[in-house]
């Protein structure tokens, strides 16, 4: 397969990883909102407030995993205020990367 250089185009929205810090298109990521002090992934991308995103894989998410970056992502001062479903996520995020890695070799 040679076809794994993507050219980005200018006018999609780009954001950045809290994990890695790289800069994706918005749609390859997956959104992150405080929703009632719970933290909750936002699959449709359009639920007001402060948003994080991640790429849809498990070794970013393992980056937020000590809570620093998401209190930055979100300005909480402790991770206390969150309420996170840390194994939910991260089956999640697992199962993403392998949903990925198959979609990427159609
Ligand atoms: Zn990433």
């Known amino acids: 397969m040679s076809a794994s ?8 929205p780009i954001r950045t990883c809290i994990g890695c810090r790289n800069r ?3 749609h390859q990521l997956v959104r992150l909102v405080v929703v ?3 933290l909750c992934r936002d699959e449709r991308q359009n639920l007001p407030g402060r ?3 991640l790429c849809r894989n498990a070794s970013c998410w393992q980056k937020c995993r000590n809570g620093g970056r998401l209190l930055h992502a979100f300005r909480l001062s402790a991770l206390n205020a969150l309420e996170i479903d840390w ?11 392998n949903a990925r890695d198959e979609s990427e070799s159609k």
């Not at 996520?89 to 990367?97: N, R, S």
């Open 5 to 12: 250089k993507k050219s980005i185009n200018p006018a999609l």
């Open 24 to 26: 994706h298109p918005k």
């Open 36 to 38: 009632d002090g719970r």
């Open 51 to 53: 948003g994080a995103y």
């Open 87 to 97: 194994q939910g996520l991260a089956e999640w995020f697992e199962k993403a990367d």
